[in-house]
C-alpha cells in the first residue's frame, strides 16, 4: 500500500472511531464535554499521521459527527472543528516533525488547542453572533470541568503512542512524506 493510502485509511479510522466514540459515551450518560472522547482519535492522529492528515481528521471529525448525530450542536461544532483541527496539526508537527517527546507534544497541542478554541468561540459568540461571551466559565469548562478527560488522554495516549507508534518505528523506519 503507497503511504498516501495507509495515511487516508488510517485517517479514515481514526474519523470513524472519533464519530463513535461519543456516541459510546453519550449511551451511557458520561458527559462529551467531560471525557472529552472526540478528542483522543484526533490526538492520536498527530502522533501517527503527516500533519496535514492529521488537522484533516481534526477537521473533518466534527463535521461529520455534526452531521451524522447533531452532536456538536451549533454553534460550538465551529469551534471544535478549530480546536480538533489544532490538536491535530500540533501533535503531529511536534512529534514527527520538531521530534519532542510524547508528553511534550500532548501537552503543548493540549494547550494550543484550547487557546484556539476560546479565541474561536469568543469570535462566533462575540462577534458573529453578537452574544455575551463569558472568558471564566467557558475556561472553566476548558480545563476544570474536562479534568477527567484531560487525565484520560494523559494516561492513555502515551500508552497508545507507545503501543502502536513506537512499535511500528521498530519493525519500520518512520518516515513521514511532504514534512
Given at each position: 500500500m503507497s503511504s498516501k493510502n495507509h495515511h487516508l485509511t488510517i485517517?479514515?479510522?481514526?474519523?470513524?472511531?472519533?464519530?463513535?466514540l461519543p456516541i459510546a459515551f453519550h449511551s451511557?450518560?458520561?458527559?462529551?464535554?467531560?471525557f472529552?472522547?472526540?478528542?483522543?482519535?484526533?490526538?492520536?492522529?498527530?502522533?501517527?499521521?503527516?500533519?496535514q492528515f492529521a488537522g484533516a481528521v481534526g477537521l473533518i471529525t466534527p463535521f461529520l459527527s455534526f452531521l451524522f448525530t447533531s452532536m456538536p450542536p451549533v454553534p460550538g461544532v465551529f469551534g471544535m472543528m478549530a480546536e480538533?483541527?489544532?490538536?491535530?496539526?500540533v501533535?503531529?508537527?511536534a512529534y514527527n516533525k520538531l521530534r519532542l517527546g510524547i508528553y511534550p507534544s500532548l501537552i503543548t497541542?493540549?494547550?494550543a488547542g484550547r487557546f484556539v478554541s476560546i479565541v474561536s468561540?469568543?469570535?462566533?459568540?462575540?462577534?458573529i453572533m453578537g452574544?455575551?461571551?463569558?472568558?471564566?466559565k467557558f475556561t472553566y469548562g476548558l480545563f476544570v470541568v474536562a479534568l477527567p478527560g484531560i487525565a484520560i488522554q494523559l494516561i492513555l495516549l502515551p500508552i497508545l503512542v507507545k503501543l502502536i507508534v513506537t512499535g511500528s518505528r521498530k519493525n519500520e523506519p518512520h518516515k513521514i512524506e511532504g514534512m
Open positions: 485517517s479514515g479510522l481514526l474519523v470513524a472511531i472519533g464519530i463513535l451511557f450518560k458520561l458527559g462529551g464535554q467531560i472529552l472522547p472526540m478528542h483522543l482519535p484526533v490526538l492520536m492522529g498527530g502522533f501517527m499521521l503527516p500533519w480538533l483541527f489544532t490538536y491535530g496539526l501533535t503531529s508537527v497541542s493540549m494547550l468561540n469568543w469570535i462566533i459568540a462575540a462577534i452574544k455575551t461571551f463569558n472568558f471564566v
